[in-house]
Each structure stands twice: as C-alpha cells, then as structure tokens.
C-alpha cells in the first residue's frame, strides 16, 4: 500500500481514487514507479468519465459535464443588500448546473444562528454572507456542518474573504474540469502555501468527486427507467 503524503505536502496534482489505488485488484494496481493518480488524468476517453450500465444494457453512458457552470468572483458578488429570499435564489441559482442541493430559507437561517456565517445587517445578507453560502452549500455535500464551522473559523485567522473565496472558486472549477475530463490536472492557485488551502483543496476534490457520482448514478438510472426512490 502506497504511504499517503502529509496533509501539508500535498502533491502538485490530484484526482479521483482509482480500484488501483484501493487494493481491490490485482490487475487494477498502480505499477511502482508510475505516475502519481492525479497524473493519471481523467479524459473524455478515460474509463472513469464514462459510466457502465450494467450487464447487457449496451454500450456504458457518458457522463456530461456541469453546463455553464462558473462561481462569480468576490467582486462580482452583489453588495446592496438581499433578503433571505432573494439569497436563497441567487446561490442555488449558481450552484444548480453543478447539482448542489439546494438551500432553503430555514437552513441560512439556522447557519446565522450556529455562527457559521455572519448575521445578516437589518435582515440584507451582503457580499461576505453570500460568499460563504455558496462555500458552505457545496462544501455540506462532502463535510459535516461542525467540520464546516472550524473550517470557516480557521479561513477568517489565516486569509482575508475576498481572497479565501476567489482561491475556492479557482479550485473548485479546476477539480470539476479535471474530474469530468475536461483537464488534465487541477492547478494550484497562488504562492502561498498553508494547511488551510490544503484542506480546501481536497475539500473541493471531493464535492466534485461527489457530483461526477451524483450525476453517474442518475445516467444509470435514466438508461434503466429507475426513478431514484430505492426500494
């Protein structure tokens, strides 16, 4: 078994984990001396941006990548001022191509009321609270809200808002692309190195991870007339 690096020494790039990597086959692991995982690059011909429906179901189903998907930058970030409905609105707007669940008016609520973003000034949510929700609706899909709250407590000690959200936004789109195929590798952004951006790097690795699952589940479903309820 390969020895993971530590968490602070992050290799240049990464990507998904492969059977390879878990052990699961023999003729699946990685060979000594070869390239790291994220090196083996998720393309549009890859095995893994394709999902296998099944014994007999025919050929395996792409999986397509998030249209039009882009996080606006804190500058682009509207600062007059929004109600909790017009919030709710604009982040699940963003996040919908992705396939982000939705927040709901009660849940920003309840984010105020555990301190996880800053409350509201006369009922208006500006720029720093909208910039957070769209961090913590994504970052839900992979962490828990108590991991979710230090996380964010750790970013407010280490790096201004402006700066923490643009990085998450860059890291983000770099990790769906590489994960749907559509890069070779997730660049890193900056020059500063600390354990704060290495925790959001993975972080954002593992919500697009999550969507590339997300959306693989719900091709096999649509090829087999299932309709995702379970039995």
């Known amino acids: 078994m390969r020895k993971r690096r530590p968490i602070d020494s992050p290799p240049a790039t990464y990507g998904v984990v492969t059977l390879g990597d878990a052990g699961c086959a023999p003729e699946d692991a990685v060979p000594a001396g070869s390239a790291p995982a994220a090196e083996r690059a998720v393309s549009p011909a890859s095995p893994a941006a394709v999902v296998d429906a099944g014994p007999g179901a025919g050929a395996p189903l792409e999986v397509a990548p998030p249209r039009d998907f882009r996080l606006p930058r804190y500058r682009d970030i509207p600062d007059v001022g929004l109600y909790l409905e017009q919030v709710v609105a604009y982040v699940n707007g963003i996040l919908a191509p992705l396939g982000i669940p939705p927040l709901t008016p009660s849940m920003v609520s309840n984010y105020v009321k555990q301190g996880i973003i800053p409350a509201p000034v006369k009922k208006r949510y500006g720029s720093e609270q909208l910039a957070c929700l769209l961090f913590v609706a994504c970052a839900k899909t992979a962490l828990s809200m108590e991991?979710?709250?230090?996380?964010?407590?750790?970013?407010?000690?280490?790096?201004?808002?402006?700066?923490?959200?643009?990085?998450?936004?860059?890291?983000?789109?770099?990790?769906?692309?590489?994960?749907?195929?559509?890069?070779?590798?997730?660049?890193?952004?900056?020059?500063?190195?600390?354990?704060?951006?290495?925790?959001?790097?993975?972080?954002?690795?593992?919500?697009?991870?999550?969507?590339?699952?997300?959306?693989?589940?719900?091709?096999?479903?649509?090829?087999?007339?299932?309709?995702?309820?379970?039995?």
């Open 147 to 231: 991991d979710i709250g230090l996380f964010l407590g750790l970013q407010r000690v280490t790096y201004d808002i402006a700066v923490a959200y643009d990085y998450f936004c860059d890291q983000l789109e770099a990790a769906v692309a590489f994960v749907f195929g559509q890069a070779d590798a997730i660049p890193d952004t900056g020059v500063t190195s600390s354990t704060a951006k290495t925790m959001l790097r993975y972080c954002v690795i593992a919500v697009a991870n999550i969507a590339f699952l997300a959306r693989g589940f719900q091709a096999v479903r649509d090829a087999e007339g299932v309709d995702g309820e379970g039995c």
